[in-house]
Protein backbone atom coordinates (compact mmCIF):
# COMPACT_ATOMS: atom_id res chain seq x y z
CA UNK A 1 0.00 0.00 0.00
CA UNK A 2 1.16 3.95 -0.61
CA UNK A 3 0.27 6.82 1.85
CA UNK A 4 0.23 9.74 0.36
CA UNK A 5 0.87 12.93 2.52
CA UNK A 6 0.69 16.81 0.93
CA UNK A 7 1.32 19.81 2.58
CA UNK A 8 2.42 23.18 1.75
CA UNK A 9 -1.09 24.96 0.84
CA UNK A 10 -2.39 28.17 2.39
CA UNK A 11 -4.17 31.42 1.90
CA UNK A 12 -2.28 33.32 -0.03
CA UNK A 13 -2.18 36.46 -1.95
CA UNK A 14 -2.18 37.01 -5.82
CA UNK A 15 1.09 36.99 -7.48
CA UNK A 16 3.00 34.99 -4.60
CA UNK A 17 4.08 31.79 -4.61
CA UNK A 18 3.54 28.25 -3.13
CA UNK A 19 5.36 24.98 -3.44
CA UNK A 20 3.57 21.75 -2.41
CA UNK A 21 4.58 18.79 -0.77
CA UNK A 22 3.85 15.34 -1.33
CA UNK A 23 5.33 12.57 0.30
CA UNK A 24 5.08 8.96 -0.63
CA UNK A 25 5.68 6.46 2.03
CA UNK A 26 4.90 2.23 1.79
CA UNK A 27 5.23 0.20 -1.15
CA UNK A 28 6.86 3.17 -2.99
CA UNK A 29 8.77 1.09 -5.22
CA UNK A 30 5.06 0.62 -6.89
CA UNK A 31 5.07 4.19 -7.81
CA UNK A 32 5.68 4.89 -11.82
CA UNK A 33 3.97 8.26 -11.84
CA UNK A 34 2.96 10.99 -9.42
CA UNK A 35 0.79 14.10 -9.78
CA UNK A 36 -0.94 16.94 -9.01
CA UNK A 37 -4.92 17.31 -9.61
CA UNK A 38 -7.02 19.86 -8.64
CA UNK A 39 -10.90 20.18 -7.91
CA UNK A 40 -12.41 23.78 -7.19
CA UNK A 41 -16.09 24.37 -5.74
CA UNK A 42 -18.29 23.75 -8.83
CA UNK A 43 -15.45 22.31 -11.21
CA UNK A 44 -14.15 18.63 -11.71
CA UNK A 45 -10.87 17.50 -10.38
CA UNK A 46 -8.19 18.27 -13.00
CA UNK A 47 -4.90 17.03 -14.28
CA UNK A 48 -2.65 19.99 -13.30
CA UNK A 49 1.21 18.03 -13.74
CA UNK A 50 2.58 14.74 -13.58
CA UNK A 51 6.07 13.14 -13.24
CA UNK A 52 7.03 9.63 -14.00
CA UNK A 53 9.92 8.16 -12.45
CA UNK A 54 12.20 8.26 -15.00
CA UNK A 55 11.37 12.80 -15.34
CA UNK A 56 9.03 12.91 -17.94
CA UNK A 57 6.26 15.26 -17.27
CA UNK A 58 2.55 16.13 -18.37
CA UNK A 59 0.91 19.72 -17.90
CA UNK A 60 -2.12 21.35 -18.54
CA UNK A 61 -2.14 23.57 -20.61
CA UNK A 62 -2.99 26.43 -19.37
CA UNK A 63 -0.03 25.82 -16.45
CA UNK A 64 2.85 25.25 -18.60
CA UNK A 65 5.33 27.97 -17.68
CA UNK A 66 3.73 28.98 -14.27
CA UNK A 67 3.58 25.55 -12.03
CA UNK A 68 6.54 23.14 -12.24
CA UNK A 69 6.35 19.93 -10.71
CA UNK A 70 9.40 17.82 -9.46
CA UNK A 71 10.50 14.88 -8.29
CA UNK A 72 12.89 13.45 -5.19
CA UNK A 73 12.96 10.05 -5.98
CA UNK A 74 15.34 9.44 -3.17
CA UNK A 75 12.74 11.15 -1.04
CA UNK A 76 9.75 9.65 -2.40
CA UNK A 77 8.40 13.18 -2.69
CA UNK A 78 6.72 15.35 -5.25
CA UNK A 79 6.78 18.69 -5.34
CA UNK A 80 4.11 21.18 -7.37
CA UNK A 81 6.03 25.17 -7.56
CA UNK A 82 3.54 27.57 -8.17
CA UNK A 83 4.25 30.85 -9.71
CA UNK A 84 2.44 33.96 -10.03
CA UNK A 85 -0.68 32.48 -7.93
CA UNK A 86 -3.84 33.70 -9.76
CA UNK A 87 -7.65 33.90 -7.53
CA UNK A 88 -8.38 31.31 -10.18
CA UNK A 89 -5.74 28.83 -8.40
CA UNK A 90 -8.13 28.33 -5.62
CA UNK A 91 -8.73 24.84 -4.87
CA UNK A 92 -7.72 21.59 -3.18
CA UNK A 93 -4.82 20.32 -4.74
CA UNK A 94 -4.56 16.16 -4.65
CA UNK A 95 -1.19 14.08 -5.21
CA UNK A 96 -1.94 10.87 -6.68
CA UNK A 97 0.06 8.15 -7.47
CA UNK A 98 0.33 5.55 -10.49
CA UNK A 99 1.64 2.14 -11.45
CA UNK A 100 3.45 1.49 -14.22
CA UNK A 101 0.23 -0.44 -15.35
CA UNK A 102 -1.54 3.52 -15.35
CA UNK A 103 -3.51 2.12 -12.14
CA UNK A 104 -4.51 4.31 -9.40
CA UNK A 105 -2.84 2.70 -6.47
CA UNK A 106 -3.69 6.18 -4.37
CA UNK A 107 -4.62 9.27 -3.56
CA UNK A 108 -4.05 12.11 -0.52
CA UNK A 109 -6.08 13.83 1.15
CA UNK A 110 -5.46 16.91 -0.10
CA UNK A 111 -4.38 20.66 0.49
CA UNK A 112 -6.20 23.80 0.37
CA UNK A 113 -4.21 26.59 -1.50
CA UNK A 114 -6.60 29.23 -1.07
CA UNK A 115 -5.54 33.06 -3.38
CA UNK A 116 -7.03 36.00 -2.42
CA UNK A 117 -7.18 39.18 -5.19
Known amino acids: QVQLVESGGGLVQAGVSLRLSCAAS????????MGWYRRSPGKQRELVAA???????NYADSLKGRFTISRDNSKSTAYLQMNSLKPEDTAVYYC???????????WGQGTQVTVSS
Open 26 to 33: GSIFSIFT
Open 96 to 106: NAENMFYSVIS
Open 51 to 57: ITSGGTT
